[in-house]
């Protein structure tokens, strides 16, 4: 989802690098010797951050210097949500939901349409930083972002209208930004 953001604002500029695809989970993912030569050469690498992606934390902070790494998790602007159940932590050790509360924010933060506004606007800051030539149509592309994510959050209220007031189950628990922007029940 956050390479789809970066491709839509880099529209006419150039074409970013997906490093993880849908059938991998970044949850659990180390980074291949390519992936991290793609890192190493990459004029910005974002990600939402060590408590997401955990497993790039120590190969990010050795590899990229801080300038060209874009932490999107720690947007002042984000709405950030702690994990709602118990979690398990890399090292093996569970937490409940109050240990995590106050070390680990729930990393899905582009599904609360207002998180994934914010993540567009900083990754647009951040691109026109490192390329200013290119600002106006980054800005531009931005504005246009925000345009299709207006109109996908009114499809969506529409879609999921005769299921608000209905419960539901899920094996991951990854949707509860969703669940809070579109006032839904897990």
């Not at 910005?44 to 932490?71: D, H, M, S």
Request: net charge neutral; charged share 20%.
């Amino acid at each position: 989802p956050i390479h789809s953001l970066v491709a839509f604002i880099c529209q006419g500029v150039s074409t970013p690098t997906l490093l993880i695809d849908g059938n991998v989970s970044p949850h659990t993912q180390s980074l291949t010797p390519e992936q991290i030569q793609v890192i190493k050469q990459a004029d910005l690498v974002i990600w939402i951050g060590p408590n997401y992606e955990t497993f790039w934390a120590q190969t990010l902070a050795k590899q990229v210097p801080t300038q060209k790494l874009l932490t999107l998790i720690n947007d002042k602007d984000l709405t950030r949500l702690p994990y709602r159940q118990k979690c398990h932590l890399p090292t093996g050790h569970q937490h409940s939901f109050h240990d995590a509360h106050d070390h680990f924010t729930d990393g899905h933060i582009w599904l609360d349409l207002n998180n994934a506004r914010t993540i567009a606007k900083a990754i647009t800051r951040k691109l026109s930083e490192i390329d200013p030539t290119h600002k106006s149509i980054f800005e531009t592309n931005l504005q246009n972002l925000l345009k299709v994510l207006s109109v996908l959050e009114e499809d969506l209220k529409q879609q999921i209208s005769i299921v608000v007031k209905k419960t539901y189950i899920i094996y991951h628990d990854g949707l509860q930004y969703f669940d809070k922007f579109f006032g839904l029940q897990m």
